[in-house]
């Protein structure tokens, strides 16, 4: 009786017109659902939870310390947790621009390193320039510069004129070419090649006489164009080798993967870091309402373009070639965009930017290896919109009007100038001098927007890693036929030993790949 009875109730499950019962729990199955719902999500997303929630913290704390009037030693003592945030993601820049670049382009072919390499620099050229030339638009449309009271926003903020190296856009275009190509690749992580002149003047027989000087120094800060110059030309030169060149391919991909996993514990710091890195900033502001009042329409200006730029420019143009939904990948890169709210700087966001990509957005990681350290350099939308609409709205402070030429001066010279701003906090007020001296702004002019720029440099340093994270996106979706499948890398979930060839020797004869079959053999990293 039992195997029969057993064997009806199998045979009621099968027929349509038994349908199974429905237990019923009196909403509690609802319930129960929608939390373990809420939870396990919760739990997915635990580290991005963690991060939104040290940036509402990192304002609370910031203006509710604002009452107490704390002194300059609280407020340092209050950044520091943010400040070991910045030296540990600054720790792991050098070792993953490097590992990641030479291990992605030395299983590469050169015909596929070409794709990639025009693919990314046509999106890096075209949305730098669209960036710039918004935001001439929308500050001869807003105006910002002839609303107010100007006199008293020069009285109030203005100051003694900074120190600054006398450049030119020619300066700043040969030096992009300098640092390419460093003459020390171990002082290239130190210090980068800046141009200067300097100016004499003699008096002979009542007739003075101007003489320039040119010469090249050496400033603090790194050379991340050198880096990835000398990068790409080692990891190429390693796929030409063959086998004597895996026992370094296989030196690089360890590290990367050891750099990886230090990331990943780097990451679980980050919200503390970065509740304290903005309630610092806060506390830094000498009177918010004044800054308000002062700067408040040329603050809405830039951040009107940001938002069209990233809301609208990008998102068109990711839809327009991957036919993908770019708020879906957006929310990919929350972590990633978070992080450079907090930092303040595109490199020091590039250990999250990796992640978001290559983990939750699942894009191959020989495009990331090449993508993201290049555009973390060159790639500066927001820093492009930022520097186009700043001396523009200084020259309507003056009472300047510029014409149809100067502003295409200035849209072409913040372009070039946004791709030799460093990847670091506030580096485009040291580019802005050039943008300003290519339409006769004096320096001193600068130092009116000193106040504001703290918190412009964290929205426009957002945006850039959103066009970073677009541009891979985008090549990705152009060169994966092509490229083939990726293959899980070895360590990340196996314990296998490593089997890895270089291009060459998956190809000796032409030394390029013809085959899905030999990408694959590449990728398995």
Not at 150 to 167: M, N
Not at 175 to 201: C, G, H, W, Y
Request: hydrophobic share 45%; with cysteine.
């Amino acid at each position: 009786m039992n195997k029969l009875e057993k064997h009806e109730q199998v045979a009621m499950l099968n027929d349509e017109n038994h349908p199974p019962r429905i237990r019923n729990t009196n909403g509690q199955g609802v319930v129960g659902t929608c939390c373990s719902c809420f939870f396990g999500s919760l739990r997915t997303n635990l580290l991005l939870t963690l991060t939104i929630t040290g940036v509402f913290f990192g304002l609370l704390l910031g203006f509710l310390c604002r009452l107490l009037n704390p002194s300059a030693e609280t407020i340092m003592i209050l950044s520091f947790p943010g400040d070991i945030l910045m030296r540990m993601l600054k720790m792991l820049i050098l070792p993953l621009i490097t590992s990641s670049l030479i291990t992605g382009l030395a299983v590469l072919d050169p015909k596929s390193t070409g794709k990639l390499g025009f693919y990314a620099l046509t999106y890096y050229i075209t949305t730098t320039i669209l960036a710039a030339i918004l935001g001439i638009l929308l500050v001869q449309a807003i105006r910002p510069g002839e609303r107010g009271n100007q006199a008293q926003l020069r009285s109030e903020l203005s100051g003694d004129e900074p120190k600054a190296d006398q450049v030119t856009t020619l300066d700043a275009i040969f030096d992009l070419f300098r640092n390419m190509v460093p003459e020390n690749i171990i002082q290239a992580a130190l210090e980068q090649v800046k141009t200067t002149r300097e100016t004499s003047s003699t008096t002979v027989n009542d007739t003075v006489t101007t003489k320039v000087k040119f010469s090249t120094r050496y400033v603090s800060g790194t050379n991340f164009l050198g880096l990835i110059t000398f990068c790409c030309a080692f990891g190429i030169a390693i796929g030409t080798m063959g086998k004597r060149g895996e026992p370094m391919l296989h030196f690089f991909l360890i590290l990367n993967e050891i750099v990886m996993k230090l990331i990943k514990l780097v990451m679980w710091y980050s919200p503390i870091g970065i509740m304290f890195l903005v309630a610092g900033k806060i506390l830094e502001i000498d009177d918010l309402i004044k800054l308000a009042q002062s700067l408040g329409m040329y603050a809405l200006t830039v951040l009107t373009g940001l938002a069209i730029h990233s809301l609208v420019t990008l998102p068109l143009i990711f839809y327009a070639v991957t036919r993908k939904n770019p708020f879906a990948f957006y929310r990919g890169m929350l972590q990633a965009w978070l992080t450079g709210i907090g930092t303040g700087s595109s490199a020091a966001s590039l250990p999250v930017t990796f992640r978001c990509l290559e983990e939750t957005l699942k894009l191959d990681r020989r495009v990331t290896r090449f993508v993201l350290p290049i555009g973390a350099t060159v790639n500066m939308d927001g820093t492009a919109l930022y520097e186009a609409v700043a001396p523009v709205f200084l020259a309507q402070l003056m009472g300047r009007q510029l014409g149809v030429g100067q502003l295409i001066i200035v849209s072409l010279t913040a372009t070039v100038a946004s791709i030799g701003a460093a990847s670091i906090p506030s580096a485009g007020l040291v580019t802005m001098l050039l943008v300003m001296s290519a339409v006769n702004i004096p320096a001193k002019e600068i130092t009116i927007i000193f106040a504001i720029d703290w918190a412009l440099d964290r929205i426009r340093t957002s945006v850039n890693i959103l066009g970073d994270g677009i541009g891979a996106g985008i090549v990705d979706h152009l060169v994966r036929d092509e490229l083939g499948p990726e293959v899980l890398e070895e360590g990340d979930k196996t314990t296998q030993p490593m089997k890895v060839r270089t291009a060459s020797e998956l190809n000796p004869e032409k030394q390029r790949f013809h085959t899905r079959d030999d990408f694959n053999e590449a990728s398995k990293l």
